[in-house]
């Protein structure tokens, strides 16, 4: 019985030994990246142009609430060449910005 009780005191302290040492030496967290935004095809209507970059994830403006005043769809243009659909009218969301999806900028002929 003695020797029982040794070995199970000396699992318990390896246990506390080893608890001690991740409490005084954590790991440092390091997040995930963002998954690379969807792309779902060209972009309709009108650009919304902004001065600053798509990241990958919600932007602080809200940047489709003009379309709520002339339900006319469009997308959002930023500074790095990405785009994001605005939701449908007569939605005025800024659902492409909002669920990692960009959209590619429909190219306008010169005439």
């Known amino acids: 019985m003695k020797n029982l009780d040794r070995i199970v005191a000396g699992v318990c302290g390896l246990i506390l030994l080893i608890v001690a ?3 005084l030496f954590p790991r440092a967290y390091v997040p995930a990246p963002p998954p690379p935004p969807q792309e779902i095809g060209t972009c309709t209507g009108e650009p919304i142009l902004v001065d600053f970059a798509f990241t990958g994830g919600v932007n602080e403006p809200w940047t489709c609430r003009e379309q709520c005043d002339d339900n006319e769809p469009r997308y959002i243009l930023y500074t790095n060449g990405r785009a994001t659909q605005c939701e449908t009218p007569p939605g005025c969301n800024d659902t ?7 959209c590619v900028p429909p190219v306008k002929s010169v005439e």
Not at 96 to 102: A, C, S, V
């Open 96 to 102: 492409g910005e909002d669920n990692n999806i960009t």
């Open 21 to 23: 040492v991740q409490s």
